[in-house]
């Protein structure tokens, strides 16, 4: 994270600062019935809606460039940019021994992710930084990039998605000693309302020893070094 970036440590009073950014809970709002309904029909009725949509907007949707769209969007929808929705597609994450016993943190900074703002549904890209100390149990590195994108595959509010990644860490490798930080672009920002392009969103969550000043400026000094 930047110095000229806004950091946040969620939760905080002070993370929402207008009345377009606001997430009213760490849980992602979904309805009870979610996910009775089958992909397949999923993508027919989102394809169905999205050429209305078109069709509104006055696009010919007979031009050989914009006929197939419908179908492209509603599976793009349903089986990639929101398929951290629907839980079957959440990640297993096997644990092994730490049989070296390494007690230090674990950092794997610059994780790409892409996501999509849950106001106005277009996207929220930056990189996430994750560390961990093992309380007996380790994770492979690939699972912890999985369970970042598991959590950016959906719609989203950054302060959101930093409490879900560290939440699904401790859950994951019993430990409460998480930090993540995460930096981000929001095209709600940069390409439509304000229409500023360079400013970027900071958030950050941290638990148990990573709340430990000596601890917390080993992590932030950590992922701020170049590489």
Known sequence: MKQKETMSNTP?????????????????????????????LKVELIAKHFKEIMEILGLDLTDDSLKGTPNRVAKMYVKEVFSGLNPKNKPH??????KFGYDQMLVEKEITFYSHCEHHFVPIYGKA???????????????????????????QVQERMTVQIANELRKVLNTEDVGVVIDANHMCVSSRGVGDTNSKTGTAHFSGKFT????????????????
């Open 93 to 98: 994450a096997r644990l092994f021994e730490n």
């Open 12 to 40: 905080s009073d002070d993370v929402i600062d207008d009345l377009d950014h606001v997430a009213t809970s760490f849980d992602t709002p979904l309805r009870a019935d979610a996910f009775k309904m089958d992909d397949e």
């Open 129 to 155: 930084h994750v560390a961990y100390i093992s309380s007996g149990k380790v994770i492979g590195l690939s699972k912890i990039n999985r369970i970042v994108q598991y959590y950016a595959k959906r719609p």
């Open 212 to 227: 430990n000043e000596d601890t917390k400026k080993e992590f932030l000094n950590y992922i701020n070094t170049p590489v």
